[in-house]
Structures are given as C-alpha cells and as structure tokens.
C-alpha cells in the first residue's frame, strides 16, 4: 500500500516539474514589437526585414514601420535589413517596444567593392565610383556597357552600332596604349574575364545579363588598379551578381517593353526630283567653272545627265521626271515590340541562401531584320558549413542570338547605303527585281538598302558560361583565407550569306557564303589571405596576401563558299557553292601566374595609407622577361573629422587624396616571342610546289609594357552628405609600348614585335550628386558629371606616321598615328 502511494507521488512530482519547465519556457517566450524609422528624415521605413539571429523567425515593417516578432528569450538579437540602409543588431533584453532608427548606407560610408575585398567609401585611397542595381533598372539596357554610359567621371561609353546589343568600347581615362585592346578589366564575383574574348562586334561582358547584377565598381587610378597588376592599365570593373535572401522564398517578376522610332530629327537627304535637280546643275557648271577645259574637249566622256534620262523609261516620264521618289531611312526601317522579361526566386535562412535568376530578352532594332535575342539562367548558392567555414559559387548560362544587319564592305553596308542609294529607284520593279544602283548607268554600283537587310544575313550566336566557386576560412578572429576557382567558357558561331541578287565585291560571285566558330576556354584560381585588426581606437590594419593563376585556350575554325545555284540553303550547306574557298583554323594558348599583397592603415580614422603589389609572369614573353613588378602607394587626409570640422553643420565630409602607381599590359599576339612559320609556294621543274618556311618574326626580348599614373583628388560633402562632390587630376604615361616595328627591306621580313614608343593622358573628372528630395515614398536625386582628357603620343619605332592602326578602335586609313598628335586623329587628304 505505501509503495503504491510513493508511485503516486512521483507521478505527481514529475507532472509538476514538466508543467513548471513548459511554464517558464513560456515565461521567457514573448512578443516583442517596436517601429523602424529613417534616421535621417525620422520616416516610417516600411519593408525592413526583422530576423532573429541565428533562427528562421523573420517578419517585415508594415506601411507604417511596426513589427511585432516572437523572440525566445531577453537574450535574442533582433537584425534589422533594408536595401540602401546599414543593417542593424539589437539587443532585445527586457524591453516590451523597440525604437529602431537605420542610417543610409552612404551616410556611414558605403560599402564598395574593391581589388580582392571591400571598402567604406569614406575608407579608400583611390578614385572608385560604383552603380548599383536601381541604377542600372532606371535605364534599360542591353549589355552592362551601355547601362554605364554618363554614369561615372571618367568613365566613357561609346556605341559603334545602333543595333540591339551592339558593342560598346569602354574607355576609362583614355588611351593607355595604341595596338592592344583599350577596353577595362572585367571582374565578375571575383572571376576575371579574359581579354580574348572581345571581338570586333561585342566584348567579354556583352552577353551578362545586366538583371543579374547587383552593383558594379569601377576602379579607375593606380592605386585602385594596381592589385591587378598588368591587366589593370585600362581601369578595372567589378561586378558583383545578385544573390539569393535569408527568409522565406520569395519570388520576383519584372518585365518591360519598348519600340523604337526615328526621332524627330532625321538625316536631311534630297528627293528624287531634287536629285535630279542638282545633278542637272553639276554638270552645267562645268561649262561655268571650267570654260576652257570644256573648249578643249577634257569633258567629252561627261554625258548630259537629261540625255541619259530618256532611254531610262522605267525610271523617268518623257520629260525626264522621277517615276519613283523612294525615302530609303524610312523603308529601311521597322517599328517592332521589343521586351524584357525577369524571373527570380530566392529563400534560405540564416546559414544557407539560394537564388535562381532566369531572363529572356527580345530586342527588335530599328533596322529591317536586325534583333537580338538572349535567354539567361543562373543559378547562386551560398552556405555558412561551420562558424569558421563558408562555402558558396553561382553558375550562369547564356545563350544570345542576333543579326548584325549593318555589318558589310562597301555596296553591301546598309547603313551607308541608305544615304547613297539613288531617291528615284524603286524598291522594286514591276517585275519583283530589286532596284539597285547600277540601275542608272555611270554611277557606282551598290544594292539599296532594304534588298541588303532582306538578303543579306550574318547571324551571330554566342553562347557563354560563367561559373565560380568558393570557400572562406576563417583562420582566426582576425584572419580569413579565401579561395575562388572560376571559368568562363564562350563559344560563338558567326554565319553570314549574300544573296544571289545582291551586287558582290566580284560580279560572278552569285551567292557568297561563310561559316566560323570559335571557342575560348578560361580558367583561374584565386587565393588569398586577409588580416584585420583594430589595435586600441587608433590603429587599424587590413592586409591582403595571395596568387593566383590564370589560362586561357583559344580555337577557331572557318570555311567559305561562293556561286550558289540557289538561296535557300544560305550557310546551312556551304558544300554546294561551285566554288569552295580554302579554309582555315587557328589555335592558342597562355597563361598568367601571379603574386599580390596590399597593406590599408588608417590613423585614427582619418590619415588613410595604402601600399600594393603585384608580380606578373606571363607565357607570351621570353624567360629573361616574364615577370613584371607593379607597384602603387596612396595617401587621404578625412579633414572633416579634424576637431575644426567635426561639428560643422555645412561640411559633412572632406577627404583629400593623393596616389601614384604602375600597372602593365601583355595583350600582344599569344606567340609573338617566338619566329613563327608560314606556308610558301616554289616552282620546281616547272611543277609550283608547296613549301614552308620562316613566317613571323619572333622577338625573345619583348617585356612589359608599363603605365605609371599620378593622382589627386578632394572628396566634399554639403548637408549631411546630400551634396557631393568629387573632383580628380591625373596623369598617366605609357612606355615601352608593345608595337609592330618597320625592319629594313633587306631582311625579308615587313616588322617585328618591340617595346617601343610611349604616350601620355592628363585629365580632370568632376563629379556632383545632390539628394534634392529625401523621402520614403518618394525621393528625388540627380547627378552631374563631366571629365577632360587629352592624349599625345610621345614617341614612336620611327619618326614615320602609322596609318591605319589595326583593332576595333581604329579603321584603316582614316586615323594616323603621329608624334606629337593624339591617338586616332582623323587623316584627311
């Protein structure tokens, strides 16, 4: 019986503990709610995302600011995130209402991204301007390139083509060289992109589909370039790709569509009739202005262009009036739909994120036929393994398509067409064939527009992944190693086809016909070590150690055909032109390895030092000259935390700047070292005999080519940083330029490959952005910027003018290269 009874009595006892355990869990359980605040205007801010650290828990702000989160004990920290704003951790201790007030972003110093890490902006030693993701939305574009153009001093974007996509060259502080490649350094989530992917139509950036992006930096003096050593002449480009959120999955959708349309000011050509008109007037002028010429007989070939007229019946009545009065800009073009669509899903929680961006995009430009079309996917992961351990990486694929209408020689270019097609051809005959210009006897031949952008195609297809992954170790409180492998493979088809009908560069060619692709395989490794330590509250210390390791391979393959029987296979089966055009193929490849290290200390937070280098090795050098040392070293001065400033309610922020440094370029033909051979024909026996022999000449000798660039800036803010201004001199000269060297006639060979000549840029960027209205529902800001430069080349191989520069920056013949001149200028004779 008393057994029984002390049964009872645990059963009792241990109900009790459970009830008193589930009654103080609880007891410690609340509710806690609070409203979030703009610190600056003291404005609700709605949308702000609040989250338990360490758990799932999250709520958002409703219209008004207010939240109310379960949180599991006093102990918990609330994080408060919202886009523009500094995130935020607070306590929730004993408090039942928080007060919660977020800063902007700029105005505790916006976080940029930098060589190999981030920075305050209010931290860095360099001329850095950044865009970020709203930015670019205001203005939908095609490629990254042209969703930049006047964002930033500097910075300038030009557009060789009007099509959907069309390349644009992006020059920062001019020119730093003359043969190579004047575009930026690319960096995509800490990938670089190869330079041998740009082309004469696009460049390695192109095909990023510019939704996927989250900001993008742009490094533009040596202090900011040199970590990047001889890929950082030309200025470098950090993109950073959007990610995926912690919380629940949240899906996204934008879309946008346009049209196109002549504006209001269109190219002012003749009609028909006033054609005809001055065509009438030239040739009587002869006898005005050359009287004597005429009474000698020197015009007796000249034919009275009313004479030729009347055995033109299909084109003039019998008084010699146009029949057709053509306007070939307006038949020339199209006014079609063009959209843009964006998906996007993203979740996770508070140790692992995803996202997945997909997008399709249908440019339809202003030419008969010309569009582009892109579909993109890309996937990103990250995950935090162990306190100490994170891991992570995003793939993406992209697949583009496009037709370059404009692309052609001479009659067969149908931009220049369209100014120089006769106003009184038809379209087309009553017949159905087309009305070209080598219908009117005398003049120079040429198709008319609309025939060149029916039969005319050059399709080209790009497709590009772009893949990297990562891991960050954190070694100790202060010490973190990072390793990122990335690859970026792009392999373009370019199909073109001339029509039948269409009037050749040869008039019996009937039907030209060309296929080529080529792929580009490039893979990297970077690795690098980060020290950062505060020592007591005036010294501050970030260093960066590493290497890396870069490849590139390249292979390209090409056939053609020409005389078709027919149209309608175009490109798709060159092996039935009559005529089969010898083919050709190439391969290549190169690598860079590489060792960089950059010191940032700050003194009291307001005297600022950076020192970095970096050492190059490249494989298109000999063995005496493949490394390249780049060193750089700037100061900044916060004046506006002096105690003279600090409590100033006009001046906000005043930094003055200065930085000198040297970076270097490599990008010269892959094995322009090395004598290469060629193919050479003999006649043997009177029997013609192929043959090899000595082609190229190679140079063991080549070095770097190096650009040493002087900088001073002042950064000024108004208003609590609602004004600013920023405002950069500079100097930059380039020696020992990588240029094609005449040797003399005797040598049997036309140049060879030497470190030769050198040029100079100076320049001034100013920069304004005022926040005119500072709102939660609405906000108003607008910026202003402008930069000078001007160029000179300082010495060439010889005191000969160039001519015709090759590469996609000059055209040949055009531009001259002269001692004492700018780049480029324009030759007239």
Aim: no cysteine.
């Amino acid at each position: 019986m008393k057994k029984t009874r002390r049964l009872s009595m645990h059963r009792y006892l241990m109900v009790f503990l459970v009830l008193l355990t589930s009654f103080q869990a609880s007891a410690q359980e609340r509710t806690v709610t609070g409203k979030v605040t703009d610190g600056a205007d003291k404005q609700p801010l709605p949308g702000v995302t609040v989250q338990v650290k360490g758990t799932t828990t999250t709520t958002t702000t409703d219209a008004t600011g207010n939240f109310s989160i379960t949180v599991p004990s006093p102990q918990a920290v609330l994080v408060f995130t919202f886009t523009g704003m500094e995130a935020l951790e607070r306590a929730v201790g004993s408090s039942e209402s928080l007060a919660i007030e977020l800063l902007s972003a700029g105005s505790l110093g916006e976080v940029v991204v930098v060589g190999y890490g981030t920075s305050r902006k209010s931290d860095l030693t360099g001329a850095v301007g950044n865009v970020r993701a709203q930015q670019l939305q205001e203005r939908p574009a095609a490629s990254v390139n042209q969703a930049l153009a006047g964002r930033i001093p500097g910075v300038q974007v030009n557009t060789n083509s009007g099509r959907p996509g069309g390349q644009t060259n992006v020059r920062i502080r001019g020119f730093s060289s003359i043969n190579s490649t004047l575009n930026p350094l690319y960096v995509v989530d800490g990938v670089q992109l190869p330079m041998g992917s740009q082309t004469q139509f696009s460049n390695s950036i192109d095909f990023i589909n510019p939704n996927d992006i989250a900001s993008v930096d742009v490094l533009k003096d040596a202090s900011a370039t040199a970590i990047y050593g001889a890929r950082g002449a030309n200025g470098v480009i950090i993109i950073t790709t959007k990610r995926g959120n912690s919380g629940v999955g949240r899906v996204t959708y934008d879309a946008d569509f346009s049209m196109n349309t002549i504006g209001p000011k269109r190219v002012e050509m003749l009609n028909a009739q006033e054609y005809v008109d001055v065509e009438n007037k030239a040739y009587d002028n002869i006898k005005v202005y050359d009287p004597v010429g005429w009474a000698n007989g020197n015009y007796n070939t000249a034919i009275d262009p009313r004479v030729k007229r009347q055995s033109l019946p299909l084109l003039f009545d019998a008084s010699g009036k146009p029949l057709y009065n053509t306007d070939w800009l307006k038949e020339s073009t199209q006014r079609k739909l063009s959209q843009n669509h964006q998906v996007g899903f993203s979740g996770g929680n508070a140790d692992n994120n995803y996202g997945i961006f997909l997008g399709y995009r249908d440019d339809q430009g202003l030419l008969l036929n010309s569009y582009l079309k892109r579909f993109s996917g890309r996937f990103a992961l990250d995950s935090k393994i162990k306190e100490w351990l994170k891991v992570g990486g995003s793939l993406g694929y992209y697949n583009q398509e496009e037709n370059l209408v404009d692309q052609g020689t001479g009659g067969l270019n149908s931009v220049r067409m369209i100014t120089e097609a006769f106003p009184f051809l038809p379209l087309k005959y009553p017949d159905g064939t087309w009305g070209d210009n080598n219908s009117y006897p005398g003049a120079e031949g040429g198709a008319n527009p609309v025939h060149i952008l029916t039969d005319r195609k050059f399709i080209l297809n790009t497709q590009t992944l772009l893949g990297n992954t990562y891991v960050n170790i954190n070694l100790s409180k202060n010490l973190e190693f990072r390793s990122v492998a990335g690859v970026n493979i792009v392999t373009r088809g370019a199909n073109q086809y001339s029509g039948r009908t269409l009037d050749q560069i040869s008039r019996d060619q009937r039907g030209t016909a060309s296929v080529a692709n080529g792929r580009e395989s490039f893979w990297s490794s970077e690795n690098y070590f980060t020290y950062n330590k505060q020592f007591n509250d005036d010294h501050t210390l970030n260093a960066t150690l590493g290497f890396s390791w870069q490849e590139t391979r390249i292979f390209n393959i090409s056939a053609s055909a020409q005389n078709f029987s027919s149209d309608a296979l175009q490109f798709n089966n060159i092996g039935v032109g009559a005529q089969q055009n010898p083919g050709g193929s190439g391969a290549a490849r190169f690598s860079l390895n590489s060792y960089f290290a950059r010191a940032n200390y700050t003194f009291r937070g307001k005297y600022l030092f950076t020192l970095t280098g970096r050492a190059d090795a490249s494989s298109k050098f000999g063995e005496n000259n493949q490394y390249g040392f780049f060193p750089s070293a700037a100061v900044a001065w916060r004046a506006s935390d002096e105690d003279f400033l600090a409590n100033s309610d006009v001046i906000s922020n005043l930094k003055v700047r200065a930085s000198y440094g040297q970076t270097g370029n490599s990008e010269i033909a892959t094995y322009s070292k090395l004598t290469r051979l060629g193919n050479y024909t003999a006649v043997l026996d009177n029997i013609r005999t192929a043959g090899v022999g000595t082609g190229s000449l190679g140079n063991d000798d080549l070095k770097w080519e190096k650009t040493a660039t002087t900088d001073f800036g002042v950064e000024i803010g108004f208003l609590n940083n609602r004004l600013n201004i920023e405002a950069d001199v500079y100097y930059r000269k380039t020696t020992d330029m990588l240029l094609s060297a005449p040797l003399p006639v005797t040598s049997g060979r036309g140049s060879v490959t030497r470190n030769v000549g050198s040029l100079e840029n100076k320049g001034l960027e100013i920069g304004i952005n005022a926040e005119i209205i500072r709102g939660t529902d609405f906000s108003w800001t607008s910026t202003f910027n402008v930069s000078l430069n001007r160029n000179k080349v300082l010495s060439l191989a010889t005191p000969a003018d160039i001519f015709g520069v090759g590469g996609p920056s000059f055209t040949n013949q055009t531009n001259i290269i002269r001692v004492g001149e700018p780049v480029g200028s324009f030759w007239g004779l």
